[in-house]
């Protein structure tokens, strides 16, 4: 009744299946896997290995539901594989299982091989086409080398050339780390977490001399005793071109530290007072401002040229040989640059004595009385003039010593020291007050009119109204002032006119002596009437020449003379024309 028995009380159905669906072949999975040179062509002798480590376990449930395999040893290798197994052998890429009911498994070789990729080194070069690295003398060195391997570096190290596996640079005063064993065993370096990197440094003070090298590699080691340098690779280093391809390859080359560092030219220059004597004074200044720099020629890769140099702890001294500047570096090398890049001319007391110079002769100027204030003005424009002239002298690029300094100096204050106020107008003024004068004087020598005394009291009263206008010129402070006092002098002077007043006295006086023996020579008169009439008439004469007297001896101006010269000659008329009418009457006799 066909399949009906299936839903019989107690009846079931045996399905009959192979071994493959029981079993799976187990991946292996990173450092487990088998290292091989090619994991897709993978060598006889490989397989060898792979067929050692390969292992069944108990299908998972969504290859084979089978509910009387426990779920706990599901995925778990199986116990007696051999039991199970017939043989493993290789397809291709491919591994086969088959067991031993004639099932197979098949599963690729790259489930159990793995290509071993050489570890890898990396080194500081500092010319990396060269495969050279330099060290510094005087300096503490601090290089880090490192390994690399996709699965594990296991040693990393230094070496020689050569057979001779040996450190080869610690004992030109470097310590040199190592790993071994994935750990660090002496010296400095790391190892990563995953043991996939590790560094080793190269740190210490070199003994040896600039100029001197030698040869060195750097290796690392896998757990599978590949090494960074490729197995057909030999340690020599005879040929430069085939060394230079060789993994690890280096060559130290030992430099001066002049070799890796420069005097910074400065941005601003010590003043001095004679470069070509600089002085300790000065000498330190420019050590204070000294600054170095990378040296912008070296082709060292590990130094930024463009970063500051921390000078401290690299300069053992600083010195001045001859007209040059010199640093020596703490390893004994040096640097010299021309001292006129580091230090030049102090200008400023220059300037200052040009600038203190023009001021004392503006001042000198100024305080100068024979001077107006134009002439005061031209002076001090060419005072001015001449300083510029002096600064621009001295501010010349080519004026770099101290003697083109002096000379700059000394020729502008020397100028300005000449120059001073060109004093003619007031001269002028006084010389036409003094032609006035000897003219004047000439008129008054020939009035016939006056008397030498008369003709001194003129000159006197001329002199003194040129010397009146002459304090005048030296108390006026411009040109126009100048002209002034000079017009009005010379016309002081020459209106200056004589007033005759002696020959009007003589007149008088004559009258009086003609009257007095005409009045003793009367014999009617008794002496007191005799003496009465002397009186009469010797008062009569002094009245008019009281007003003789009145007048100046000369005038201020022609007009004033005139009307001086009309007072007298009125005087002397009044004078006679009453002494001689004085006519006494006797009465006594």
């Known amino acids: 009744k066909g399949n009906t028995y299936a839903t019989d009380p107690g009846a079931f159905t045996i399905k009959l299946k192979a071994q493959t669906a029981k079993y799976d072949i187990k991946s292996l999975e990173g450092a487990d896997k088998v290292a091989v040179s090619d994991a897709n062509n993978v060598t006889d002798t490989e397989f060898a290995k792979i067929k050692e480590k390969v292992k069944i376990a108990y299908a998972s449930e969504e290859k084979n539901p089978d509910k009387n395999i426990p779920t706990a040893i599901r995925g778990t290798d199986v116990e007696n594989q051999s039991d199970r197994i017939a043989s493993i052998t290789k397809d291709g890429n491919n591994v086969v299982v088959t067991y031993k009911d004639g099932s197979i498994d098949k599963k690729p070789l790259t489930d159990f091989a793995r290509t071993n990729l050489a570890p890898t080194v990396e080194l500081p070069y500092s010319n990396a086409d060269k495969r050279q690295i330099y060290v510094y003398t005087g300096e503490n060195t601090d290089l880090t080398f490192t390994g690399k391997d996709d699965i594990t570096v296991k040693n990393l190290y230094l070496r020689n ?16 780390g190592k790993v071994t064993d994935s750990a660090v065993a002496s010296g400095e370096g790391t190892v990563s977490d995953d043991k996939k990197t590790a560094t080793i440094k190269m740190v210490g003070v070199t003994n040896l001399k600039a100029g001197q090298k030698w040869t060195s590699f750097i290796e690392a080691k896998d757990n599978d005793g590949v090494k960074s340098m490729p197995a057909n690779e030999s340690y020599s280093v005879e040929n430069y071109e085939l060394r230079r391809r060789k993994p690890g390859y280096v060559e130290f080359i030992v430099k001066s530290q002049t070799d890796k560092y420069d005097i910074k030219t400065p941005t601003e220059k010590v003043v001095v007072t004679d470069p070509a004597n600089v ?19 070296n082709d060292d890769a590990n130094i930024a040229k463009d970063t500051a140099v921390d000078k401290n702890g690299k300069i053992q001294s600083v010195t001045k040989d001859g007209d040059n500047f010199v640093v020596t570096y703490t390893d004994g090398s040096k640097d010299t640059r021309p001292l006129s890049e580091f230090v030049t001319l102090d200008k400023q007391p220059a300037i200052d004595e040009v600038n203190k110079a023009a001021e004392k002769q503006i001042e000198a100027i100024n305080n100068n009385p024979e001077a107006t204030q134009e002439e005061k003005d031209e002076a001090i424009k060419k005072v001015n003039a001449d300083k510029a002239k002096a600064l621009d002298e001295i501010a010349k690029p080519e004026v770099t010593t101290k003697d083109a300094l002096d000379k700059a100096q000394n020729a502008g204050t020397d100028a300005i020291a000449k120059d001073n106020p060109v004093v003619a107008k007031k001269d002028e003024a006084k010389q036409a007050i003094d032609d006035a004068l000897t003219a004047k004087n000439k008129e008054i ?6 008397t030498p005394e008369e003709k001194t009291k003129a000159k006197e009263v001329a002199k003194a109204q040129a010397d009146v206008a002459k304090g005048a010129v030296d108390a006026a402070t411009t040109n126009a002032a100048v002209d002034k006092a000079k017009a009005d002098g010379t016309t002081a002077v020459a209106n200056v006119t004589p007033v005759a007043k002696a020959e009007a006295k003589k007149a008088i006086n004559d009258a009086l002596t003609a009257k007095n023996k005409e009045i003793d020579a009367r014999t009617d008169l008794t002496d007191e009437e005799k003496t009465a009439a002397k009186n009469e008439a010797k008062d009569k004469a002094d009245a008019q020449l009281a007003k003789i007297n ?8 022609p007009t004033a003379a005139k009307t001086a010269q009309d007072a007298v000659d009125a005087a002397k008329k009044t004078g006679v024309d009453e002494v001689t009418a004085v006519d006494p009457v006797a009465k006594a006799k």
Request: no cysteine.
């Open 279 to 297: 002085t300790e004074a000065d000498l330190a200044k420019v050590k204070e401002k000294l600054q170095l720099e990378y040296k912008q020629d």
């Open 550 to 557: 009145e007048q100046p001896d000369a005038a201020a101006t």
């Open 445 to 450: 020598d020939d009035r016939t009119d006056l």
């Open 161 to 176: 050339k050569g057979l001779d596996e040996s450190d080869n640079a610690s004992g030109y005063g470097f310590t040199i």
